[in-house]
């Protein structure tokens, strides 16, 4: 069965920590997402990557930035984080044949920045 | 306009019920649509593609409706764990990457 991993469902970190979440993927996708979704807001993409060490910004960088250094694992960082980062965060990945297989999802990690 | 519109709902519905939600896109050049489903504090994940001719996968049938731009998603004899977040999603206007609407919410009583 085809996986996406992220390393914790449940984070609490302070204010101006900085913070790390991993995503590790075992399908060889080479498309990798991160996404934020808040109450009302829906998925909101934060950034993306094609390929290795590959990056682009999505819709609300801000505050955040990325590493893709190999195929299977992607990393969300915070750099200071701020309460208004707290959420739930969403890695996918898929393959260039998004378009026919859509993406697959981690299981999120719920992030609480007190 | 948003590329991908939902009703958030709820709709609240009695078990065995047949309940429809539709989604509009606003990009006409649109070639892949899915439905996921996403249980409360779970990731989405899909339950189906949507094909031009329309498809069914036991209870669930989608469909396509190019002309007024939107697909549909039906549901027939409503189970209990059938209640759920379900989203709409097609390729963005530049065909790069796909779109989530927001998501309508179903919940399914006794």
């Known amino acids: 069965d085809v996986k996406v991993t992220q390393s914790s469902r449940y984070l609490v970190k302070r204010t101006g920590e900085k913070v790390f979440l991993e995503c590790v993927q075992d399908?060889?996708?080479?498309?990798m997402f991160w996404y934020r979704q808040d109450p009302g807001l829906g998925l909101r993409l934060i950034y993306f990557?094609?390929?290795?060490?590959?990056?682009e910004k999505g819709d609300i960088p801000e505050g955040y930035s990325v590493s893709r250094e190999k195929k299977e694992r992607f990393s969300l960082i915070l750099e200071s984080a701020s309460t208004n980062q707290t959420s739930m965060y969403l890695c996918?990945?898929?393959?260039?044949?998004?378009?026919?297989?859509?993406?697959?999802f981690g299981s999120g990690t719920r992030l609480t920045v007190v | 306009r948003k590329e991908v519109e939902q009703d958030p709902g709820p709709f609240n519905v009695p078990e065995g019920a047949t309940v429809a939600f539709n989604c509009t896109y606003s990009?006409?050049?649109?070639?892949?649509f899915f439905w996921y489903r996403q249980d409360c504090r779970k990731e989405p994940k899909l339950l189906m593609s949507v094909y031009s001719s329309g498809n069914e996968d036991g209870r669930f049938t989608a469909q396509l409706n190019r002309a007024s731009q939107y697909i549909s998603l039906l549901i027939r004899d409503s189970k209990l764990s059938d209640s759920a977040t379900y989203l709409c999603v097609v390729n963005n206007n530049a065909g790069n990457m796909l779109t989530f609407g927001g998501g309508t919410r179903l919940m399914v009583k006794p």
């Open positions: 996918a990945s898929s393959s260039r044949d998004f378009l026919f297989f859509g993406y697959t």
């Open positions: 990557s094609y390929d290795v060490k590959m990056k």
């Open positions: 990009n006409s050049a649109s070639q892949s």
């Open positions: 399908m060889d996708h080479e498309n």
